[in-house]
């Protein structure tokens, strides 16, 4: 836990218009981590977080009041000997019920060459960003994830995980593939 100082992360989303958040979002999630506090604390931003690797292993999460003339809160939780079966509350994008044609046909309506006019590298990208993930939100379900998978990244499919357990079986010779 700690103080990250990302105020720009939208959690619920896992997204970030930065590219520094980005790669700090990409770092949790190639460790398999898994952000806690919910509520924002400082000027509505979660700039304090509590992270774990194991859902039900930190519990009872409470934001309390501010210790001394410090703007930071503090935040009180418990960690569980034996971690619960809690229900996900992690969601991904469910590309398989996604609307394709709809969002192109969204994205294809914004008159981009006005909308950017003169604008500078920064507000583009902003733009964009704001654009796509308003047709995102529309075209692209999301789901929760469940069971085993709950620690697995998204992109970890069972064909590829077919792929890498065949690469690791002992070749006849009593070494391992590689």
Partial sequence: MGDFNHPNICWRDNTSGHKQSRRFLGCIDDNFLLQVIEKPMRRGAML???????????????VKGS????????VEFKILRAARRVHSKLTTLDFRR????????????????????????????LIFEDHLFQAQEQCIPTKRKSGKNTKRPVWMN???????????????GGSKGR
């Fill in 158 to 172: 069972k064909e590829l995980l077919g792929k890498l357990k065949s690469k690791r079986k002992p070749t006849e």
């Fill in 98 to 125: 996604a609307d394709f044609g709809l969002f192109r046909d969204l994205l294809g309506r914004v008159p981009w060459e006005k909308a950017l006019e003169e604008r500078g590298a920064q507000e583009i990208g």
């Fill in 48 to 62: 304090d977080l509590v992270l774990t690797n194991k859902e039900g292993l930190v519990g009872n999460v409470k």
């Fill in 67 to 74: 210790l001394g003339c410090s703007d930071h809160e503090m």
